[in-house]
């Protein structure tokens, strides 16, 4: 089986004003919160245990027919620290689907991270430039780095890139961790050095894509799982007004409920 963990605590500043009086994960696209889409395609792919760690506005979320567990220290940590509040979901008893709370994902990238059988597997658009492209004048200034090997396993996640050469794929936010993996991959991060430096960050700030990068460096295989298109990420205003621009909301339900790989 497997359960999913929504990471919720951020206080979205780069989407204000729409999160002045809720977590982004409540902002409405395609006439229902973001959040409510999550738990559909999570749902929809027969993961039921689903919990979100909830921090900035966590009374907002706390109204939706989900578990959540609370990081009281929101205002001062990043991703992994909150992660961390979920310590019940690394218990081993299932695999673990740790998911970003802006993004949305049709149910079969859902599937297809479920169906890997690696310790640890994170999913990439091989298509990324579209939605980059659609996104910002840019799409170099807000692109990581990702390299791969030639066994399929990431090598390389979350850099700074010089050219379009050293991303073969986009890192989307969604990332399985396996039962029998769950406690080495929390375990791994609280025994991190506090102080750091992870990518100029403590280990309270480090990003995500630099703890699964320290993974990588320690011999932990990173399994990349493939995909074209299927997804958005909702990170600032103009995103969400772009989508919105063109028209994207019932494109966005059409193909969400078919399966549609055109998404973004």
Same mark, same amino acid.
């Given at each position: 089986?497997?359960?999913?963990l929504? *990471?919720a ?5 780069? /989407?204000?004003p ?15 919160p ?11 792919a027969?993961i ?12 907002? @979320? ?9 990081n +009281?220290?929101f ?21 673990? @689907? @740790? ?12 599937? !297809? ?7 640890l597997?994170?999913?990439? &658009? ?34 700074? +890139?010089?050219?379009s ?20 991959? /929390? ?9 750091? +430096? ?9 990003y995500?894509?630099?703890? /699964?990068?320290?993974?990588?460096d320690?011999?932990r +295989? ?17 995103d969400?007004t772009?989508y919105?621009r063109?028209?994207g909301?019932?494109?966005?339900? &059409? !193909? ?6 055109? *998404?973004?």
């Open positions: 089986m497997t359960r999913a929504i *990471l605590a951020g206080q979205g500043t780069r /989407l204000r729409f999160t002045e009086d809720r977590p982004k994960c409540l902002i409405e696209y395609a006439g229902r973001l959040l409510v889409w999550q738990l559909e395609a999570l749902r929809r027969g039921e245990d689903i919990t979100v760690v909830t921090g900035y506005r966590a009374d907002q @979320i706390e109204g939706v027919d989900v578990a959540t567990v609370h +009281p220290r205002a001062t940590t990043n991703m992994v620290a909150t992660m961390a509040y979920g310590v019940r979901a690394f218990d081993g008893g299932d695999d673990l @689907i @740790i998911a970003y709370a802006d993004i949305l994902y049709e149910t079969r990238i859902v599937q !297809q991270l479920a169906a890997s059988s690696a310790p597997s994170t999913v990439i &658009d091989l298509d990324w430039r579209s939605l980059w492209d659609l996104r910002m004048e840019d799409p170099l200034a807000d692109a990581e780095t990702l390299k791969l090997g030639p066994d399929g396993n990431i090598i390389e996640v979350g850099r700074k +890139p010089q050219s050469d050293e991303i073969e794929g986009q890192y989307v936010g969604l990332t399985q961790v396996s039962a029998d993996f769950a406690e080495e991959f /929390l375990r791994s991060y609280l025994e991190l050095d506090a102080d750091g +430096p992870y990518d100029g960050k403590d280990r309270d700030n480090m995500m894509t630099s703890f /699964l990068q320290h993974m990588i320690t011999g +295989p990173l399994r990349a799982v493939p995909i074209h298109k299927g997804w958005l990420e909702f990170d600032t205003v103009e969400l772009t919105r063109l028209g909301q019932k494109r966005f339900q &059409d !193909q969400y409920r078919s399966g549609s790989q055109d *998404l973004s």
